[in-house]
Every structure is written in C-alpha cells, then in structure tokens.
C-alpha cells in the first residue's frame, strides 16, 4: 500500500500516510480493511470508502468461500486434518509473535497497562467471560488513564 | 434462506466487530467460544482445522468469521458473518474520516493508541490460550509451535514456509501416531 500510494501514485504525502496507519490500527477493525476505508474517503469521499470497502471485502470472500466447499468435502479425512493440525501449531507461533510483540510495546514503564492486559487475558481466556462486555467496560478506563497520564505527563 | 439463522450470526458477530482491537486476531478467543461451547456449529476439532485454514489462506485471518459462517449457513452465512464483522468499525472509521477532516487532534489518538494496547495484548494472548486448549497432537504440537516461534522470532523465517512444514510435519507423523 505504501508503495503504491506514495510512491509510485503520490496520492498522500509520508507523513499523511503514517499518520493515517496509525489511526487504522488504533482504531477497532481490520487494519487492510480501515486502510482502505480511510485511503478511498480521502480519495473520493463516501464513493471511494465504500469502493475501498468492497475491494477489500469481495476478492478474499471469493477466495475463502472455494476453500469452505472444498473443506467440506474432505475436511472429514483423517490426513487432511492432521496437515491442519500441524498448520495451527504452526500458525499458533505466529499469533503468539504478534502477541508478545503487542505485549512488550504495551507494558513498558506502566504497571496500570500491565493490570489491564491481566485482566482481559484472565477474563476472557481463563474465566471465558464474553468478550463485549469485558472490553466495552475495561478498553474505556484503559485509554482514558492513557488521556489522563500524557495530561500530567 | 434461513433467517433465524442469519439473525443468530448477526447477534453473535456484530458485537465481536468492536472487539476487533488490533485486527482480527484479538476476536479468536470469543469466535472459538461461541461457535464451540455455546451454539456447537463445530467441534473444537473443526474449528481448530478452520483456524489453521484462516491463517494460512491469502486475505486477513480475520477472514475466520467466514469459513465459520459457511458452516452455519452456506454462502449466505459466509457472507453475514463476515459483513457483520467488517461493517460496524468501517462506519466507525467512515465518520471518524469525515470529523478528521475539520478536527485533527493528535493527543486523543494517541490516547486510544495506547489505551488499547494492552486490552488487545490481552485478547490476542486470550486467543492463543484458547487454541492451546483445543489443539491436538499433544507434545508434538508443542514442539512444532515453540520451534517456529523460535524460527520466527530470532532467525526471521517466513511464516508461510513454518506454515507448511507444521503441516507437512504432522501430516507425515500422524500416519503412524493417529490411526484413523
């Protein structure tokens, strides 16, 4: 996206694109997916959000609907699903990557930070909380102790 | 077209479309709750075949919500189980692009930066607990998931091969180990 945006379209300036990543990726959402929402809004206002929208959408629901049927016709074999298996401990390292990388970046120098990442973790994963509730009560508290600390900060 | 059935995945996946805290993984935990223990669309086996099917299909992860929906309900499920994650925080976003446009303020983005870091630290490490719960293969899962965060981690390998190799790995072993 980067490439093709400032690069090669010079659609946004670096520092227009950076700016707008970071807010797609504070916000709630799938980054790709707000990425192109926000790019085509800026673009060509509503239009191009909802074209950025559906571009982002259609083509990987198209892929992903092939690959449901043909699950359902030999997901049910034993040798496919022991490849599978072997995939999701695989792919379990890779979410455990993204993960602890979120964790070190979130916790440095604030124990407050730490109390909330112990929180939803135990809520969710160990107590099997559901998960709205937990964050529509916990995300709120957590970013305004963020607000109120770069305040006094 | 079943619409009991598709208002069930619209309750059960709109909420989970603000939840969505640093992308698609934070929301696995919930998805494997639901969509096991709760309304038992899948067996934990399906849907630990389906994770790993999300994780290694082109398009984002996230794309879960879709091959869980396909089991419910066919294309139509598919398609409402991932409209119904993608569109609320794309609307969220849309009105967030129009405000921008006449009120830039740097302080609270940075606030909801780093106010939901750690709650989507949180849910992400939630997800992977709940993998581990389900995962099958016993010490062989073990080795193969700390032997590509190794190889993730410190020596930068790519994904898609460690993807493969786990597959292949347990493919092969599962033969003798796991007879059918």
């Known amino acids: 996206m980067y490439r093709e945006f400032v690069e090669i379209r010079s659609w946004f300036s670096e520092s227009e694109f950076l700016s707008s990543l970071a807010i797609c990726q504070a916000m709630p959402g799938v980054n790709v997916v707000n990425l192109a929402v926000w790019f085509g809004f800026r673009l060509r206002g509503t239009r191009g959000a909802i074209i950025g929208f559906c571009a982002m959408v259609f083509p990987a629901l198209a892929v992903i609907i092939p690959i449901s049927i043909a699950y359902g016709y030999w997901g049910g074999y034993p040798f496919v699903h022991h490849a599978l298996a072997g995939i999701a401990a695989a792919a379990l390292a890779l979410t455990l990557n993204m993960a602890s990388r979120v964790a070190t970046a979130a916790v440095r120098h604030d124990l407050i930070s730490l109390a909330v990442l112990v929180v939803v973790f135990a809520g969710i994963g160990l107590l099997r909380w559901s998960m709205f509730e937990l964050v529509i009560i916990v995300a709120p508290l957590s970013i305004g102790w963020a607000f109120y600390r770069q305040r006094t900060a | ?180």
């Open chain 2, 1 to 180: 077209m079943n619409w009991t059935l598709i208002l069930v995945l619209l309750r059960v996946f709109t909420p989970l479309s603000f939840v969505t805290i640093g992308g698609g993984a934070s929301i696995i935990a919930d998805l494997e709750r639901q969509s096991v223990s709760v309304h038992h669309w899948l067996t934990a086996g399906q849907f630990l075949d389906l994770f790993a099917i999300s994780r290694a299909a082109p398009g984002p992860g996230s794309l879960l919500v879709a091959l869980i929906g396909f089991r419910v309900d066919g294309i139509i499920g598919a398609l409402t189980a991932a409209l119904a994650v993608f569109v609320p925080t794309s609307l969220i976003l849309y009105v967030l692009a129009h405000v921008w446009r006449y009120y830039r303020d740097a302080t609270w983005q940075h606030a909801i930066e780093r106010g939901l870091a750690p709650v989507a630290a949180g849910l992400i490490l939630a997800g992977v607990y709940s993998i581990l719960r389900i995962a099958e293969g016993g010490v062989m899962a073990w080795i193969v998931a700390i032997a590509a965060f190794i190889a993730l981690r410190w020596l930068r390998a790519n994904p898609f091969a460690l993807l493969a190799l786990g597959g292949v790995i347990f493919a092969i072993v599962g033969i003798y180990w796991w007879p059918a």
